[in-house]
T-cell receptor, first 115, second 116 residues
Framework: AQSVAQPEDQVNVAEGNPLTVKCTYSVSGNPYLFWYVQYPNRGLQFLLKYITGDNLVKGSYGFEAEFNKSQTSFHLKKPSALVSDSALYFCAVRDEDTGGFKTIFGAGTRLFVKA | DAGITQSPRHKVTETGTPVTLRCHQTENHRYMYWYRQDPGHGLRLIHYSYGVKDTDKGEVSDGYSVSRSKTEDFLLTLESATSSQTSVYFC???????????????FGEGSRLTVL
């Protein structure tokens, strides 16, 4: 079965510093990986995805993610954090076992960026 | 923003009463999903639809039913609400689960349900 794990419930970083939000995955075939962000009292918004190709994927709002097949990781990164990046971040994988109809989410990591 | 509207946005009900949540999309996307969000669990799939009248269960489908009579509408029904169904419910849509479209999801704003 496909799964994703986000080992940190919370990440704290100072504004201007680089940030990393960790995600590891377990899939039976080729991984289709996603990052979503949720701001307070809002629905989730798609940030970026990895399907194939370059291991460094660029997405919205200056975020990027690094796919590492040997470590089965897909960490979200940003070179310089903003206070407005404070939100809940979800890593997700498309469930290829069921034909790709389902997306499985991690438990989420809350990011706090301090001014 | 994707045209997804959930209603009601907030509802308080009593144990044992039926509840229906509605998701309406204007994007003509084929796939529609209902998730619930609970602290520590992320999002868990309740039911999904891959076309009109075509639905299937997700990982937490007990106590829930769905219907999709039109492309644009996906209804989630709690036949007899329980306190364990207190949650925030999100509807999501995607165009296709097949390449080259890789199935990223677009979410509604959520429906907060409290069962007393």
């Amino acid at each position: 079965a496909q799964s994703v794990a986000q080992p940190e419930d919370q990440v704290n970083v100072a504004e201007g510093n680089p940030l990393t939000v960790k995600c590891t995955y377990s899939v039976s075939g080729n991984p289709y990986l996603f990052w979503y962000v949720q701001y307070p009292n809002r629905g989730l918004q798609f940030l970026l995805k990895y399907i194939t190709g370059d291991n460094l994927v660029k997405g919205s709002y200056g975020f990027e993610a690094e796919f590492n097949k040997s470590q089965t990781s897909f960490h979200l990164k940003k070179p310089s954090a903003l206070v407005s990046d404070s939100a809940l971040y979800f890593c997700a994988v498309r469930d290829e076992d069921t034909g790709g109809f389902k997306t499985i989410f991690g438990a989420g990591t809350r990011l706090f960026v301090k001014a | 923003d994707a045209g997804i509207t959930q209603s009601p946005r907030h509802k308080v009900t009593e144990t044992g009463t039926p509840v229906t949540l509605r998701c309406h999309q204007t994007e003509n996307h084929r796939y529609m999903y209902w998730y619930r969000q609970d602290p520590g669990h992320g999002l868990r799939l309740i039911h999904y639809s891959y076309g009109v009248k075509d639905t299937d269960k997700g990982e937490v489908s007990d106590g829930y039913s769905v219907s999709r009579s039109k492309t644009e509408d996906f209804l989630l029904t709690l036949e007899s609400a329980t306190s364990s169904q207190t949650s925030v419910y999100f509807c999501a849509i995607s165009e296709s689960a097949r390449t080259p479209n890789t199935g990223e999801l677009f979410f509604g704003e959520g429906s907060r349900l409290t069962v007393l």
